[in-house]
């Protein structure tokens, strides 16, 4: 008999703003309509799953770049 080895994620802290979590909790409602039970961690990775890169993920970088109130302009011009 073989063992297999369950491999964990790694923890991380995500900073969402309201719109993101009111975003996550509409994907969850939708998810349950259809009879998915999740968590936000699996939204998160579907999400990631469905991500392409091109033109729309460069415009949402940039606008949720833009909106992310962590950085301010002074730092950014150092």
Request: hydrophobic fraction near 40%; charge should be positive; proline fraction near 3%.
């Amino acid at each position: 008999m073989t063992r297999t080895t369950v491999k964990r994620g790694k923890p991380v802290n995500l900073y969402l703003r309201d719109s993101d979590v009111a975003k996550m909790r509409e994907l969850v409602s939708f998810a349950a309509g259809e009879g998915e039970r999740t968590s936000d961690s699996l939204m998160v990775r579907a999400a990631l799953h469905t991500a392409t890169p091109g033109r729309a993920f460069l415009t949402a970088l940039r606008e949720v770049s833009s909106a992310d109130l962590r950085f301010t302009k002074a730092e950014s011009e150092r």
